[in-house]
């Protein structure tokens, strides 16, 4: 019901900054909710930021005050604006959406994007 395109990702040095977006494809009508994951090559896939259906908000620890989650409903997509990045946000990012909000940064998401790759380096 949901195709997640994710872009904006690259590779920047420690300090810079990246806006990565995700272009939603909705099939059908209906509510969902949507959030941002990474995964580092040999961890567990971890939320980021997400949006559930009342506006609340939700970040991670590790990124809460240098990231920040918004979305666009007239253009289904969402945005993850990163900044102060260090070494350890290199990952993979996901988009991720379900129909069931509130999962808030839980890996329970139905729909993912494929994902879009970034390297921050020292």
């Known amino acids: 019901q949901v195709q997640l395109v994710e872009s904006g990702g690259g590779s920047v040095q420690a300090g810079g900054s990246l806006r990565l977006s995700c272009a939603a494809f909705?099939?059908?009508?209906?509510?969902?909710?949507m959030g941002w994951f990474r995964q580092a090559p040999g961890k567990q896939r971890e939320g980021v930021a997400a949006?559930?259906?009342?506006?609340?908000?939700r970040y991670a620890d590790s990124v809460r005050g240098r990231f920040t989650v918004s979305q666009d409903n007239a253009k289904n997509s969402l945005y993850l604006q990163m900044a102060s990045l260090k070494p350890e946000d290199t990952a993979m990012y996901y988009c991720?959406?379900?129909?069931?909000?509130?999962?808030?940064?839980?890996?329970?998401?139905?729909?993912w994007g494929k994902g879009t790759q970034v390297t921050v380096s020292s």
């Open positions: 991720a959406a379900d129909w069931r909000c509130g999962l808030g940064l839980a890996p329970a998401y139905n729909y």
């Open positions: 909705v099939y059908a009508y209906s509510t969902y909710c």
């Open positions: 949006i559930d259906s009342d506006g609340t908000i």
